[in-house]
Structure formats: structure tokens, C-alpha cells
């Protein structure tokens, strides 16, 4: 498991932050920031995975789902290690929810690690 907190910072519609984040975008190209700060509850072996799910059935049109199986695969293989469905729902039994799930070492811009008994940067 994993405990922490999570900042999610979006440029608004002037290309700027709101609040103390006013001027964080104006020297970046980015639209959005993921922040994640915590630790993990036991140490970790392996690759550690980011993604997301949704917790309903996707139902794509003929059109929809080829594009969206044209980009999974084209994704695959700009990036190894990508996992991803469109979701198993057998009868009433969902086997598996819509995802998609890439290393993180391989989606994210930076890493700050802090050493047991440092303090984390604000």
C-alpha cells in the first residue's frame, strides 16, 4: 500500500495557476501536474505501475474502438511495460475493470527520493 497525498494542478483558461500556484505554468509548456508526496507502507520490489480504471463497462462504437486500439497499440510500443483493456465482464461478474497502467519510471518528469528520518520537501 501506499500513503500519501496528491496535488492535481491544471493552467486554467489565462495560461496561469490559480491561487499560490498563479505563476507555476508561465515558464511551462505542460497543461497539468500530477504531485504525488507519501511512502509506501512496505519497502518495494519490482516495478512500481501508474495508471487508472473505470469501474463501469466501456462501450465503444465500431469507429471508437478501432482508434482506440490503433492508439493502445502505436502506445506499446513507444513504451514497454504499458498495460492495458478495455475490461472482462462475463454475465454479472466483472473479471476485470477498463485500464490502462504504465511503468512509472517511464511516464513521469522527475523523482525526488528523501531518506528515512529527512524531511520531505514542501
Known amino acids: 500500500g501506499f500513503k500519501g497525498r496528491v496535488l492535481f494542478l491544471v493552467r486554467n483558461e489565462s495560461g496561469r495557476g490559480e491561487g499560490i500556484w498563479e505563476n507555476y505554468f508561465i515558464s511551462k509548456r505542460r497543461t497539468f501536474e500530477v504531485k504525488i508526496q507519501g511512502q509506501f ?59 490502462i497502467v504504465f511503468p512509472l519510471t517511464q511516464v513521469v518528469d522527475g523523482f525526488h527520493v528523501t531518506p528515512p528520518g529527512q524531511t520531505p520537501p514542501a
Not at 505501475?49 to 462501450?59: D, L, T
Not at 492495458?84 to 473479471?95: D, L, R, Y
Open 41 to 99: 507502507k512496505r519497502p518495494v520490489n519490482g516495478i512500481i505501475y501508474i495508471g487508472g480504471e473505470i469501474e463501469r463497462q466501456m462501450r465503444l462504437g465500431l469507429v471508437s474502438a478501432t482508434i482506440s486500439k490503433a492508439l493502445l497499440s502505436f502506445i506499446n510500443k513507444a513504451l514497454s511495460g504499458v498495460h492495458a483493456s478495455f475490461g472482462q465482464i462475463t454475465g454479472n461478474v466483472v473479471e476485470e475493470y477498463p485500464h
